[in-house]
């Protein structure tokens, strides 16, 4: 699905079109929802060179995509027209595999970490969802419309009993001659995700909150190879037990220290070292010495 609308804006380029895919999670089921916006100038342009349907009606622009979407399950989600634009949504719920694994690269990251004692960083990676579009586009064979790129390219086909080519729905440029011989190289295309807050990316953040953050990606319609990335800061935990163990050995440390430096000051008795109860029992069972001048006897010899 995502390369179909990486078709879209392919033809588009130049003409005042953008495309914004986005690919997000909702209830716990992915969806994809794609928003076309197109310079109401150029749908002009668009429709006044329309082809006419089998009831002999001009193409639009709105019938054109809405029929498009709704034959591959997608449901229109909003159209309008504002500020000089046409926008339209188109939204579908992912089962399995989508259109965008099966034409794009598949958007699987893989996982690299650097360490310091207290801090782990990863840094995630994945290939761009639109690399290798390009290339299927080009390569595409005609009269085949299974997939949403070769419908956009070749229109919906069959053959009838006679071996006949049977076209019931045109290709883009033939519903739009407008569109034909429009160069694919300049087109922008934005692939949006949800993540975690606190990363950085390779992309724009668009949006933040306490739930989580919005990241862009772009990237031109063209050859290249470009990733998506991420890098996120974790806590390494056994690092910060070092640092608990090692101020817990400082506070005994201390401790300890203070402790012996309070056992090398004498104490009150050391530093007044009259014991009056020892006093009391030398004056009364010891022999009186020859320089106590009370002898005693309770008379003062002097």
């Given at each position: 699905m995502l390369a179909v609308i990486a078709a879209v804006g392919m033809l588009l380029t130049g003409c005042g079109a953008k495309l914004t895919v986005y690919d997000y999670t909702e209830n716990g089921a992915r969806y994809n929802m794609y928003e076309l916006e197109i310079d109401s100038s150029v749908v002009a342009l668009m429709e006044s060179t329309a082809a006419v349907d089998d009831d002999g009606n001009k193409y639009t622009v709105e019938g054109y995509f809405f029929t498009f979407f709704k034959s591959f399950g997608y449901e229109l989600k909003s159209a309008s027209v504002a500020d000089g634009k046409y926008v339209a949504t188109y939204s579908k719920r992912i089962t399995g595999e989508s259109e965008l694994d099966a034409i794009g690269s598949k958007v699987e990251f893989s996982y690299t970490h650097t360490d310091d004692p207290f801090i782990r960083t990863y840094v995630a990676t994945a290939p761009n969802p639109f690399?290798?579009?390009?290339?299927?586009?080009?390569?595409?064979?005609?009269?085949?419309?299974?997939?949403?790129?070769?419908?956009?390219?070749?229109?919906v086909v069959a053959r009838n009993e006679y071996g006949e080519v049977i076209k019931s729905f045109p290709s883009l440029t033939e519903a739009f001659p407008y569109l034909d011989g429009a160069d694919p190289d300049g087109l922008m295309l934005d692939y949006v995700r949800g993540g975690a807050r606190r990363m950085e990316s390779s992309g724009e953040t668009l949006s933040s909150s306490g739930s989580g953050a919005t990241y862009k990606f772009s990237r031109y319609f063209d050859a290249s190879d470009t990733e998506i990335s991420f890098r996120y800061e974790r806590p390494v935990v056994y690092g910060w037990y070092m640092v608990a163990i090692a101020a817990g050995g400082i506070t005994l440390a201390v401790f300890v220290l203070v402790t012996r430096e309070k056992k090398k000051k004498p104490s009150l008795l050391e530093r007044f070292p009259y014991d009056p109860e020892a006093y009391a029992y030398e004056r009364q069972y010891l022999p009186p010495s020859g320089n106590d001048p009370d002898n005693g006897d309770g008379v003062n010899n002097e």
């Open positions: 690399n290798g579009v390009r290339q299927k586009y080009d390569n595409l064979e005609p009269f085949r419309s299974t997939t949403m790129l070769e419908r956009i390219k070749n229109g």
